[in-house]
T-cell receptor, first 113, second 115 residues
Framework: GNSVTQMEGPVTLSEEAFLTINCTYT??????LFWYVQYPGEGLQLLLK?????DKGSNKGFEATYRKETTSFHLEKGSVQVSDSAVYFC????????????FGDGTTLTVKP | GAVVSQHPSWVICKSGTSVKIECRSL??????MFWYRQFPKQSLMLMAT?????????EQGVEKDKFLINHASLTLSTLTVTSAHPEDSSFYIC???????????FGDGTRLSIL
């Protein structure tokens, strides 16, 4: 079956530091890949997505590139802010039921001023 | 953008009570809605997939008599936790999709605490 493996957290960075959160996946076909962000006490918000190999998703300074050869979708941001502190989930959807997602375990990011 | 509203956002009740959680898609019609459960500091666990007008499909290990799901309209799905006990305390999140092939949009979640 499908699976998503995320870099273990928590991750603590200083403001303006570079962020990378690793994500690799296993899927039988050609999945779409997503990053979601969850702020404390809230649901998930879609951060970015990529639907095919070599696509780059980007939003709010975050980027991730769909790498089929390494089955990866690492999240990066060049300069993090305190407001980026949240839990980040990598996810994939595949096949006829593309709305049904497989999630990674989440990575907690804390950015200190 | 697509908005999904979940209500209530927080509920505290006594053991043995049944609790209903609503999930509404406010600006689009959702053929498919998903219900997730999230334990502290853990990922989302899919409980069931609900399609409008038909019975929900439950994931393995989820008791369908315990977690009743109704998706009676294209904008509303409900999850009822029947005879809730402390071990049912969790964060429940719904999501809605225009159809099974479209990305899902998440509600803000419901924190359920059973005393």
């Amino acid at each position: 079956g499908n699976s998503v493996t995320q870099m273990e957290g928590p991750v603590t960075l200083s403001e303006e530091a570079f962020l990378t959160i690793n994500c690799t996946y296993t899927a039988t076909g050609y999945p779409s890949l997503f990053w979601y962000v969850q702020y404390p006490g809230e649901g998930l918000q879609l951060l970015l997505k990529a639907t095919k190999a070599d696509d780059k998703g980007s939003n709010k300074g975050f980027e991730a590139t769909y790498r089929k050869e390494t089955t990866s979708f690492h999240l990066e941001k060049g300069s993090v802010q305190v407001s980026d502190s949240a839990v980040y989930f990598c996810a994939l959807t595949e096949g006829a039921n593309a709305g049904k997602s497989t999630f990674g375990d989440g990575t907690t990011l804390t950015v200190k001023p | 953008g697509a908005v999904v509203s979940q209500h209530p956002s927080w509920v505290i009740c006594k053991s043995g009570t049944s609790v209903k959680i609503e999930c509404r898609s406010l600006d689009f019609q959702a053929t498919t809605m998903f219900w997730y459960r999230q334990f502290p500091k853990q990922s989302l666990m899919l409980m069931a997939t609900s399609n409008e007008g038909s019975k929900a499909t439950y994931e393995q290990g989820v008791e369908k008599d315990k977690f009743l799901i109704n998706h009676a309209s294209l904008t509303l799905s409900t999850l009822t936790v029947t005879s809730a006990h402390p071990e049912d305390s969790s964060f429940y999140i719904c999501s809605a999709s225009r159809d099974g092939n479209q990305p899902q949009h998440f509600g803000d979640g419901t924190r359920l605490s059973i005393l």
